[in-house]
């Protein structure tokens, strides 16, 4: 059986830079930079304008990714692109990226297999799991895993959303799990879910248990009403679970491969607040220069904050071949997940 490791990474985050202080400014929301850094560590995040969707953000992540990985398009078994702010409701945003990275033209198009992901925060890792079995079966020498979110477009920036809207960016990441002989790669993930939380951290929209899904007016025209269209998140709720959550699950894939917290080089945390990170530092004993974070930038990114960080920490020259890599998310759903990569 072969091992499954990341062979290359990429990122795109939208050229357009907002800061705490254009929420307040530009959109008008009650808000401070000081508030904001404060509670969750956040400076500035990008938006995509107008026209831009979370397809595209993934295909500029994904041909780094296919370029650093130094193999063809074509050499591309499967996609896995995990989202919660799709382009539409369906068709899922995978096949749109396999039609722009060029999988569908000419003759020799091998048309291959899109899956979507929808576990939110946790995505990333939800489809890291699922290439690395999917590569170690001998089903794909080369699966695109894709994290991308254009949140943007989907948040309430009033004063009303405040709690939900200063905390997210739009952004992708993308790696490609490939088949290696090599003592190395994906060595260990753990996932989870309790879905009695599935309502503390959600976006409706609608209610298919609705006739119809959404209520219409008088000329059938859908009326979303705001408590329905805007995410809503119980935050101190999801504060204390995502940091026993995200310890539980590292602890798990620790214990699994039989290492301690010193035997990793790098950890690599889903970035929704800072201070959910040095907590779990602090309760771990994991030294500074063994944590990455780049949620001041970016925001939280949701599926794409990963392996944002990982593209990023390898440029920098902070991730290396041969370093033990940790990887721990929590979000949405409730879902979590964890991961250790021999780099
Ligand atoms: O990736 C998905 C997972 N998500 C998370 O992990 C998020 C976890 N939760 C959190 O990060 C924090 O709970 C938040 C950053 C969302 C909120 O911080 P908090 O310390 O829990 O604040 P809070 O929600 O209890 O709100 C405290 C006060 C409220 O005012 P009152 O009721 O005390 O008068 C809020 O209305 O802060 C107010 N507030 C704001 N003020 C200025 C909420 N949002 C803002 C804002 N600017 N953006």
Redesign the pocket.
């Known amino acids: 059986m072969p091992n499954a490791y990341i062979s290359g990474t990429g990122f795109y985050v939208p050229p357009r830079v907002v800061t705490n202080d254009d929420l307040r400014e530009q959109y008008g ?4 930079h000081e ?2 850094v404060e ?2 560590g956040i400076e500035e995040r990008r938006f995509a304008d107008e026209g831009v969707g979370t397809a595209e953000l993934a295909q500029y992540a994904s041909e780094q990714a296919i370029e650093a990985a130094g193999i063809a398009k074509d050499d591309i078994g499967m996609i896995i692109l995990a989202s919660l702010s799709p382009d539409y409701c369906f068709p899922g945003s995978g096949v749109m990226l396999g039609q722009r990275l060029g999988l569908c033209d000419g003759d020799g198009a091998k048309f291959v297999p899109a899956l979507d992901v929808r576990n ?2 946790s995505g990333f890792l939800y489809s890291l799991g699922t290439a690395t079995s999917m590569v170690k079966s001998g089903q794909y020498k080369h699966v695109l895993v894709v994290g991308s979110e254009t949140h943007s477009a989907a948040l309430d920036l009033s004063t009303r959303g ?3 809207s ?2 997210f960016g739009d952004g992708a990441g993308a790696c490609i799990v490939s088949a290696t002989d090599e003592d190395r790669g994906v060595r260990s993930w753990y996932l989870g879910s309790d879905g009695r939380y599935a309502e503390t ?1 959600c976006q409706k929209v609608w209610d298919i248990k609705q006739r119809p899904f959404i209520p219409g007016d008088a000329d059938g025209v859908g009326q979303v009403q705001p408590e329905m269209m805007w995410a809503k ?1 119980e ?2 709720k ?2 204390k679970n ?1 940091v026993i959550r995200m310890t539980e699950s590292l602890m798990r894939v620790f214990s699994e491969q039989g290492i301690v917290r010193d035997d990793v080089d790098l950890f690599l945390f ?1 970035q ?2 800072l ?2 990170n040095q907590y779990l530092a602090d309760q771990i004993g994991i030294p500074p220069e063994k944590l990455v974070n780049n949620i001041m930038r970016y925001g ?1 990114t ?1 599926a794409a904050t990963i392996p944002i960080l990982m593209a990023e920490a390898e440029r920098s020259g902070k991730l290396k071949p041969g370093m033990k890599v940790a990887m721990a998310a ?3 759903g409730f879902t979590w997940g964890s991961a250790i990569i021999d780099w």
């Open positions: 929301i009650d808000t401070t508030w904001i509670r969750t939110q925060c405040r709690t939900v200063a905390l951290l998140m935050g101190r999801v504060f995502a889903h929704a607040n201070r959910i939280n949701t929590f979000g949405s």
